[in-house]
Each structure stands twice: as C-alpha cells, then as structure tokens.
C-alpha cells in the first residue's frame, strides 16, 4: 500500500509512504536488521515492527517499491505489499493456517519429548537401552519439530547475521550432536547405563552423559512459546480486525426507481440507499428519508441509540434498529470514517515509542554478544578444570536463556491491545509518541461549544412579566419563532412546544411575519402584535424595557407591553461535570477557553466544577493562550472540535479532538474521541497512561531477565532445559500482561 505526501501523486521533492507485508521475521533481532538494511538506502527512512509484520517505508520518489522489497529478500526475508481485504467466508475471519501449523509442530513435538523428559528426570524409570529409545523419539522433535529454527539460522547464517533462532539452533543441535557421540563413540549406549537429572551444571563423565532431553525439552518448550505468543498476538490485533469487519458487505441502491443490491465497493457518492431495521448502514451519508434509532454501540461505545431522522447525519457500519431509512451516500471507501479509524489504529500500531527504540538497538547487538559469553563460559569452565560436560551444559544453557524475544514483544503488544481497546471504546491513539505525552500533561485546556457544551441553543429559562401567564407566553413567543431560521428562534420554537407539551408543528401560524435581521422578530399571533428580540427591537417599537438586559436573553413583548423574558444558552452537556472531576481526579488543572461573552462564560465553569477561564478569545487567539500557558511550564493538553481549535490542537502538547468535530480538528489532534462525551477525554488520558506503564513493566521485566538469567547460566546454575522453559516463559509473560489491556474500563 502506497501514498504520497502530500498529494496522490509524488511530486519533486515529496515523500512516497508504502506498507509493507514482512515475512519470515522469528524476533524482534529480525525486525532490526531488516529496518536497518532498508535504512541504509538513499533516502529511505523505515520503521518494521515485529508483533504486526509490517514495515513502514517512507521513500523518495525516485526509489521504487521493487527496491525495497529487493533489499528484503536479499537479506533473507519476504516482503509484499498488503492485498486490498477482501470480505471473509462465515468462518474464515477465524482461521490462520500459520497457527494451525505451528499447533500441529507442537503438537507432535510436545507427544515425543515428554517420554524423553521424564526417562532423563525420573531415573526409576529408566530400563536397559532406555537411551535408546530416548533417541528415536527425541530425533524427529529435533530435526522436524526444531526445523523452523534450524532453517532460519541457516538463512541468516548466509547472509552473515544471528538471531534468536541462530541461539536455539546452536544451542539445541549441540546438545544433540553431543549425544550422538556419547552414544555411538562414548559409553552413554552401554545397555545398563543410568543417567540422573539435576538443575544445575553436570560434572559427570563427559563420554557417558547424553543431553537427548535438552535438546528434546528446549525445542518444544520454544514451539511452546512461540504457539502461545503467536495466538496473543493475534488476540492483540483482534480489535483491528473487528474495526475493519464493521462494515456492511453489501447494500441495497435505489437505481431507476427500484432496489439493486449491489456489493459496497460499488456505492457511488450521491447514490440514494435503503437501510432496513436490523441492517448496517452502507457508508457515511445523510438521512433523506424516513426515521429510526440508530445502534453505534459497534463504532463508539456508546450503548444508547441515538434517533435519526431526515436531514440528520449517519455514520456506516452502525446498525438500524427499528424503522426504514433511505440514505444519500456522502463519503464512500476509504474517506468513510470507519475507514480513516481503522487507518488511524493501524498507524499506530506499527509505530515505535521512544522506549522502544532503545530495546531495538539492545536486541540489534544481543545475539553477537551472547555467542561470545557462550565461547567465554566454555572456555572458562574448561579452564577452571570443570570438565567438558560442566563447560558445554553451562555454555548451552548460556544460548538458551538469552533469546530476546521479549525485549521484542515488548512494546508492540502493549501498543496493539492498547490502541484495539481504545478503538473499542471510541479512542483513537494516533501514535505511541503520544503515549509518553499523557505522562506529563499537568493541565486541560477546554473549549467551550460543542466540547463542554452540546454546541446547539437550548430554551434554559422562562421569566414571565407580572400578570402574564407562563403558557401564553410561551405559545405566542414559540408561535411567531417558529417561522424564523435562525438558531436562537429554533432554541425557543423547540423549548416552548417541549414545555407545553405539543409538537412544534402546532403552535399557531403567525401573520404578517417580519425577520428584523440583527433585533429579532415581529408578526401578528391570534390577532396579537408580538415582538421577539433584543432590547433595541423593543425600543424602536416604544415599548418601555429595564436596564441591564443579560446577553441570551430574548425579550417578548404584545400590545405594546413588555410581557416577559426567554433565557437562550448553549446548554452544558449532561456528563460535563463528572468529566471535568474525572480530569481533576487524574492530577489536571482544568482550564475553560471561550469566545463567549465573560458571564456566559463563568456560568458555565460554575456549573460544571471549573475555576480558571479565559473568555473572549477570538478563534486565531487560541493558539497563543495554550503556547503562553506552556510558556508559563504548564504542559498543556487542549479539548476542541472545530476548525478554529485546529491551531490549538496543533500546539499543545497533547491534543484531543471530539469525533462529533470538524476534520480539520481531528487531523490536528493526537487522539481523536469518536464520541462527544467529554468523559472519554478522561477514558483517553488513562488508557495512555495504562499503556504506557505496560510498556515499561514489560521492558523492564525482560531487561531484568535477561541481565538476571545470563549470570546465572553462565555459573552453571541452570540445566539447558530449564533455561528453554524459562526463556518461554518471559515470551508468555510479556504478552500476557499487555493483554490485561483488554479488560480496560
């Protein structure tokens, strides 16, 4: 998969980005060497994570795709470039053929090395030639159960490289190749021989000890490892795929007249579509016909329906719950929003954090390192006077232990569970950098409309004059509003018909109707002049109104007298308030940033638990509050949803767009909220952070381990085979904790 940045084309000078499909990788030693070949072309900066397989090359234009996967084979792996996904057969999304092998390899393996195991353990057991009968078994687990590692040291031998499985190679064929010989040339195949176990170094007759169930024991513990870190990972990658499987596979259009289904890739922008209850809606588009509740529990977390009707905007891959809905398609194919989400979780899943690439260089060196203080343990035990079997078992165990696996799984699980749960509940993480900038924000900057507030005027409060009653008020001043367009007349139309308890659509028609553009409005209702609208409006009409008229409020007044007053505000949203404690409650200073009038302003940071706010900031001011309060040693994280947030975004140190928001917002920011629910603001900080503390806690594990094992290996602490399940184990360990991240809440 290939773009350019920007443009659809490359111009002179422009940066060419293609994914590619890696294979044969074994550990994250693989990952470094291919990133590091394909970093040594000319004007080729690549990024190959391990966990996901893939490789994110961005190239000059003048350097072709057939390079880069030239430079990949050549050091001894496969690439490709993805296949555009295809829609699965029921039951296919759950196969794949490289675990099914790798279980049946196990499978085998595990069946013919536990005899071995227990014979070379459990010396009660042991009849004459037992050894014997050890080697018949044990050989096909080496050979073909050990073939996967044998085959890629080989590869790798030839390219003049070592990696994790040029250490379990070695180390297992060494200790099968010793048996050989004690058996066939030493006294290991005398008829009566009896062979003990112990968990440490061996100092036995070197010609009468065989390693049949090391050899045996590690290959399978490894297979072991590798099927349990295989099925984690794709565990890991689940929410991915379920993101990208969302989608409807095929829709029904209405073409002359008449209902074809089609499949979706075949949808047009424009296009009319039904969608019946029960169905996913086809593609991002707007409601042109009919009324229903729509399900995006799927897409955004949220569990409630939300009711759809013409002229209301839909989201694809949510499903119609009740009525018939006909569509007029917007964005199709990759510009649909499930699409850009699915986009924006595969990007991060295939980035790197910072701490990560420190373990990538470790893991670039480890493998040389460990060859040497394996020939160095040999060499000492030999000198120290140990004897051969002491030495080899020492040096073996030395190449078992030391495998780098989980310095490799360790970051890239975390991001893959971690960016697939946040994708379940609505939060797009846009890279792993982002990660380390959730640590530090100490404050949390908030726009006002549409990220605190719900971003539409809402009727908040009804002050009817002396002797006026409440309802007559409300039905003339709703009456005469009801023909107006703007957004303050909608508030009060919808307000005053919700509080007397009709349909807006009842409300009287008014006669003779006058739109004052910038006052208000004037008609007659039930053969009344009613006028609707500021102070001005009033006045020019004579009619007599008190000072100090707060901003938002609309004046009503018939017959020449002023009859009341109809409080209009942007209304703060339900969950605000636990939002804004939930911020509090992870250690930020919130912030509310407005354009708003001063007293709106206020109001609202009251009501909602705020102490700080900034009012009337014009929309390019915004950026400049947020860089002077970084300038102050805040590290600022910034709320928005439009396009006037964007700057804002761009600037702060952490930004977080609302779903619900402009394009330009979500583009700017570095986490995307899919709902307008402020509290997943919150949700999204501490995901990060969970994440980012999972990344530590498995670096440090496998750092730990690796500097803990290797000294005790090399003093001949450890058996080879308990090495093998040890080193397993780290692998499992790993993976296992990044995927306590599903449980997330």
Known sequence: ?????????????????????????????????????????????????????????????????????????????????????????????????????????????????????????????????????????????????????????????????????????????????????????????????????????????????????????????????????????????AALRALMELGAKDVAVLRDGAEVRVPVADLRTGELFVVRPGEKIATDGTVDEGSSAVDASLLT?????????????????????????????????????????????????????????????????????????????????????????????????????????????????????????????????????????????????????????????????????????????????????????????????????????IPVGELPAPKGFENVPGLGVRGSVDGRLVLAGRAALLAAEDVPVPSGTEPGTVLVAWDGVLRGSLTVADAVKDTSAEAVARLRALGLRPVLLTGDHRTVAEAVAAEVGIDEVIAGVLPEEKAGVVARLRAEGRTVAMVGDGVNDAAALATADLGLAMGTGTDAAIEASDLTLVRGDLRVAADAIRLSRRTLATIKSNLAWAFGYNVAALPLAAAGLLNPMIAGLAMAFSSVFVVSNSLRLRRFR
Not at 82 to 109: I, K, N, W
Not at 195 to 205: A, E, K, N, P
Request: proline share 5%.
């Open 301 to 501: 977390g949220e569990s409630l329906p939300v009711d759809v009707t013409a002229g209301d905007p839909v989201t694809g891959g949510c499903v119609n719950v009740s009525g018939r809905l006909v569509v007029r398609a917007g964005r199709v194919g990759a510009e649909t929003r499930l699409a850009r989400m699915a986009k924006l979780v595969e990007e991060a899943q295939s980035g790197k954090a910072e701490v990560q690439r420190l373990a990538d260089r470790v893991s670039a060196v480890f493998v040389p390192v460990v060859l040497l203080i394996a020939l160095a343990t040999l060499g000492f035990w030999l000198g120290a006077g140990a004897g051969a079997t002491a030495a080899f078992t020492a040096a073996v165990a030395v190449l078992i232990i030391a495998c780098p696996c989980a310095l490799g799984l360790a970051t890239p699980t975390a991001l893959l569970v971690g960016t697939g749960r946040g994708a379940q509940l609505g939060i797009l993480i846009k890279g792993p950098e982002v990660l380390e900038s959730t640590r530090r924000v100490d404050t949390v900057v908030l726009d006002k409309t549409g990220t605190v507030t719900t971003g539409r005027m809402t009727l908040t409060g009804v002050r009817p004059a002396e002797g006026t009653d409440e309802e007559e008020l409300l039905r003339l001043a709703g009456a005469l509003e009801h023909s107006s367009e703007h957004p303050v007349a909608r508030a009060v139309a919808t307000g005053a018909a919700e509080r007397l308890g």
């Open 1 to 237: 998969m290939t773009s350019t940045a920007p443009g659809a084309t490359a111009p002179s000078g422009a940066v060419a980005v293609t994914e590619l499909t890696i294979g044969g990788m074994t550990c994250a030693s693989c990952a470094a060497r291919i990133e590091k070949k394909l970093n040594r072309m000319d004007g080729v900066t690549a990024t190959v994570n391990y966990a996901t397989e893939k490789a994110r090359v961005e190239h000059a234009p003048g350097v072709g795709v057939d390079a880069l996967i030239a430079t990949v084979v050549k050091t001894g792996y496969t690439a490709e470039e993805p296949a555009p996904p295809e829609p699965d057969a029921p039951g296919e999304a759950d196969a794949d053929p490289e675990l099914d092998a790798l279980r049946r390899r196990l499978t085998v393996s595990a069946v013919l090395s536990a005899p071995v195991v227990l014979l070379a353990m459990v010396p009660a057991l042991q009849f004459d030639s037992w050894q014997w009968l050890s080697l018949v078994l044990a050989s096909p687990v080496v050979v073909w159960g050990g073939l996967p590692f044998h085959r890629a040291a080989w590869t790798n031998l030839r390219h003049g490289a070592a990696t994790m499985d040029t250490l379990v190679s070695v180390g297992t064929l060494a200790a099968y190749g010793w048996s050989l010989w004690a058996l066939f040339l030493g006294d290991a195949g005398a008829p009566g021989m009896r062979h003990g176990f112990d968990l440490t170094v061996d100092r036995s007759d070197a010609s009468g000890t065989i390693y049949l169930e090391v050899a045996a024991g590690v290959v399978t513990f490894i297979l072991l490892g590798r099927y349990l870190e295989a099925r984690a990972k794709r565990k890991a990658g």
